[in-house]
């Protein structure tokens, strides 16, 4: 095998996996990938029932009820539109009503927002980046949201 | 005092790293011996002052001296002195100065141990190293100072976060950046020997020693910080393809992928410019996995603190580093010189194909991890690209890897004989072929194709061992003259032997525990009783315990076999920090040979019952041990005399005898 050859089987090797791993990317992309939605967003894209999206936003406070088999019920808003949420299971340490809360699930026929899924987050001063925005675009960044999200746990330089 | 003292080493740290970033450079552009050996004492005084800087921030945790201000906000006087000590790392700031810690003692490494470099190589490689440091020497100095005073000190500090309250704390982050940093060494050779417009199989036999440790560190680092999260988060997975995850998994597999060009370099000479290319993505992917985790672009457990100018000034270092490297690349790399020819099959062509496999599945990591960015930079949507993502593509691309892996150390280098390696590798492969049957008589649940995941497992473990009794002839000559030869061996073989077979057990934990694991999510009265795998759980009540800086409230369980047997009890409890007002779960986990039962509580509702998640972990325990495996067999290879740093070259005469002894290599 001469060096050229060596150095074609060599392109055409690395090509052909790179080939392969765009094919299964590409593939990966169209079923796999998950929108992230505030409640104003899902009345403006019309997300339909079935589609799989993150909703994020703040929990309503007094929305939260607990019922049978560990199924809660709370509402997530964004200050402008508010949606109901289901969800059976145990919920992470630090779901609170009033503080931010990101769910990933699909709207049932009725409206609801069926979630299998509420993100764990691990700090009583954090807000979910995305909710954060969410609530900047819909005028209703409070500013002692802004304060506990500015204040971080690391510290800066004051 | 102490905290100033801390920030002017720091200071002189940086004037230090100026001047071996600058002098040897120069000395090897006017070919200054006197300027070249700067380098190597500069090197060592950077890390000593780094050092003094790194254990006065430690004192200031350790005597809980709340006037600094990172004190203040990440310790507090009750918290015991092991997390007193590892909350040092436990913020921005501080895990910044354990970064350059590490990074400045490679450093002194390199000088210490680097007797036998070529002075060029030596003086050029330190300097590379030192514009390393100095670049993140000036991001802590100008955005990330820890020894900041604050004018009126408070009386108690506001606590570590109590997710970080855990002994994961003081193993995690140091392996990790170990591993991480590690590879800053072999970038700064490649740079060197782009600089230098030289490179030969030497470079390998230098730089193999500091990936083989990075990588090992790396690799239990990673480990470890799995494990971590599978018994804090509560919910018993073990890998989420987190952001910052996948920003330490990238530069492992580019890492390994490096271990194994720099195996064919060193031996045969050829791949040398892949190599070096190989040492710099790896690096590269280092600092972009810093840059994800400190900037806050990503948002997660690991963020700290999100400071735009951070962000920003670490985006700069990125891309002066990366950028720098990767155009010197192009302008030197085509002044290397080709290595030897191989044929498609054979040692090197495997080797290859291991590397082609690696990097691929690298990519598509690093497209799933930076998608979602790049989107919300261009378009302004907002989507997470999840396992079932990583999932698709990952582990298709794996798959052929790990079936190929029995096959390389078995070929031959140059030209290789396929059909007699498959020969070779029959045995493992019904032993293979009897686990996917023994797997479908037994498990009759789960995916299908889970019994041949068990299936490539045993024939990556059968391979490994295939190797070494190859290597031994252990069934074709007398036991005693095969012990002689397996002793004979080198150590790096039987390092290589470990390895894969580690990957094989990590990978038979992984398919056991996703195809077959269990789970119940229940709630329990007391008396009540839930039932998993072949397991009985008995809730008996709970009660309350303090810690030392926390409340816990304990639920009681007794586990029974099914049968009655009684086995022992599990307390998972909730755990409350009253200075910041937080509680994590605190899961509790019981042991059944490689197996584990798995149990975490859910706040207890006011009628007396108790929300709770069980699980059953089949074979859970595999997937670190292998890992444990495979940073054993990296340590036998880091022991072999080729590679011991500053041995010297073995003698002829000694190594003839030994090397007719050995099969071809």
């Given at each position: 095998m001469t060096r050229k050859q060596q150095r074609l089987a060599l392109i055409g090797g690395g090509l052909g996996v790179l080939a392969v791993a765009v094919a299964l990317m590409l593939n990966a992309f169209r079923d796999s990938i998950v929108f992230f939605n505030s409640p104003s967003d899902v009345a403006e894209n019309h997300v339909g029932p079935g589609t799989r999206i993150r909703l994020g936003g703040m929990v309503k406070d007094g929305s939260l009820v607990r019922g049978n088999n560990l199924v809660v019920r709370f509402e997530v808003t964004d200050g402008k539109s508010e949606l109901p949420v289901r969800y059976q299971g145990v919920l992470p340490d630090l779901f609170r009503e009033g503080q931010g809360v990101v769910a990933e699930g699909t709207f049932d026929g009725s409206g609801t927002f069926d979630a299998d899924t509420i993100l764990a987050k691990h700090d009583e001063t954090y807000m979910p980046r995305e909710v954060a925005d969410a609530l900047k675009k819909s005028g209703h960044w409070k500013d002692d949201y802004a304060q506990r999200a500015a204040m971080p746990i690391g510290g800066g330089n004051k | 005092m102490i905290p100033e003292i801390g920030h002017f080493a720091l200071m002189l740290a940086l004037s230090l790293a100026l001047i071996q970033g600058i002098m040897p450079i120069v000395g090897t552009r006017t070919n200054d011996i006197a300027l070249m050996s700067i380098a190597a004492p500069a090197a060592v005084a950077q890390f000593a002052f780094v050092a003094i800087a790194f254990i006065a921030l430690g004192v200031c945790y350790v005597t809980s001296d709340f006037s600094v201000l990172n004190v203040y906000e990440n310790s507090n006087s009750q918290m015991p002195l092991i997390y007193r000590l590892t909350s040092i790392w436990g913020n921005h700031e501080g895990s910044m100065m354990l970064w350059v810690s590490i990074?400045?003692?490679?450093?002194?490494?390199?000088?210490?141990?680097?007797?036998?470099?070529?002075?060029?190589?030596?003086?050029?490689?330190?300097?590379?190293?030192?514009?390393?440091?100095?670049?993140?020497?000036?991001?802590?100095?100008?955005?990330?100072?820890?020894?900041?005073?604050?004018?009126?000190?408070?009386?108690?500090?506001?606590?570590?976060?109590?997710?970080?309250?855990?002994?994961?704390?003081?193993f995690h982050p140091p392996m990790l950046y170990l591993g991480y940093v590690g590879f800053s060494i072999a970038f700064s050779f490649a740079i060197a020997a782009l600089l230098e417009g030289r490179i030969d199989a030497a470079w390998a036999r230098w730089v193999r020693p500091w990936v083989l440790v990075a990588w090992m560190c790396l690799t239990v680092g990673i480990a470890g910080g799995s494990y971590w999260a599978y018994y804090e988060l509560g919910w018993g997975g073990f890998w989420f393809w987190d952001p910052v995850e996948n920003a330490s998994l990238m530069p492992w597999l580019a890492g390994t992928a490096l271990l194994h060009s720099a195996v064919v370099m060193e031996k045969r000479g050829a791949l040398k410019v892949w190599t070096i290319l190989l040492a710099i993505l790896t690096f590269s992917l280092s600092l972009i996995g810093t840059f994800l985790v400190r900037s806050g672009v990503l948002t997660s457990v690991h963020a700290f603190a999100t400071d735009p100018r951070r962000g920003v000034f670490i985006l700069a270092i990125l891309v002066v580093f990366i950028g720098g490297a990767l155009a010197l690349y192009a302008w030197r790399a085509p002044l290397l010189k080709q290595g030897g020819l191989f044929a498609p099959i054979s040692r090197e062509g495997a080797l290859v194909f291991n590397n082609l496999f690696l990097t691929t599945a690298c990519a598509t990591v690093f497209v799933g991890t930076l998608y979602p960015l790049a989107l919300e930079a261009l378009t302004g949507d907002k989507i997470s690209v999840g396992p079932p993502f990583f999932n698709a593509t990952f582990g298709p691309l794996f798959i052929p890897l790990m079936a190929a892996m029995p096959f390389g150390p078995l070929l031959a280098w140059k030209r290789g004989d396929i059909l007699g390696v498959a020969q070779r590798l029959i045995a493992a492969a019904l032993l293979a072929a009897l686990a996917v049957a023994a797997s479908f008589a037994l498990e009759r649940r789960g995916p299908h194709l889970a019994p041949f995941g068990v299936g490539i497992a045993i024939f990556v473990m059968a391979g490994a061992v295939t190797d070494i009794a190859e290597r031994t002839m252990i069934l074709r000559v007398p036991f005693r003259a095969a012990l002689r030869r397996a002793l004979g061996l080198p150590r790096s073989a039987w390092g290589t032997a470990f390895a894969h077979f580690g990957i094989g057990v990590t990978l038979l934990g992984i398919v056991a525990v996703t195809a077959w694991g269990s789970e119940r999510i229940a709630e329990v009265r007391p008396g009540g009783s839930l039932d998993i795998a072949h397991y009985r759980l008995t809730f008996d009540g709970v009660f309350s315990r303090a810690g030392s800086n926390y409340q816990d409230v304990v639920g009681h369980f007794t586990?029974?076999?099914?049968?009655?047997?009684?086995?022992?009890?599990?307390?998972?409890?909730?755990?409350?920090?009253?200075?910041?007002?937080?509680?994590?779960?605190?899961?509790?986990?019981?042991?059944?040979?490689?197996?584990?039962?798995?149990?975490?509580?859910?706040d207890p509702n006011p009628d007396g019952t108790v929300p709770v998640r069980l699980y059953f972990k089949p074979n859970v325990l595999m997937i670190w041990l292998g890992a444990l495996i495979m940073f054993f067999g990296g340590g036998l290879s880091l022991s072999d005399r080729r590679l011991r740093v500053g041995a010297p070259r073995p003698a002829k005469a000694r190594d003839k005898p030994r090397a007719t002894l050995q099969p071809a290599e």
């Open positions: - | 990074l400045t003692f490679f450093g002194a490494l390199v000088a210490v141990f680097g007797t036998n470099l070529p002075v060029v190589l030596k003086a050029n490689a330190l300097a590379v190293q030192a514009w390393i440091a100095a670049a993140f020497h000036l991001f802590i100095l100008m955005t990330s100072n820890p020894f900041v005073r604050i004018p009126d000190a408070p009386f108690e500090g506001r606590d570590l976060n109590p997710i970080l309250q855990d002994p994961g704390l003081a586990v029974r076999r099914t049968n009655g047997e009684l086995i022992g009890v599990m307390e998972p409890s909730r755990r409350t920090f009253p200075a910041r007002n937080m509680s994590t779960t605190e899961a509790a986990l019981m042991s059944r040979g490689a197996s584990q039962l798995y149990l975490s509580l859910g």
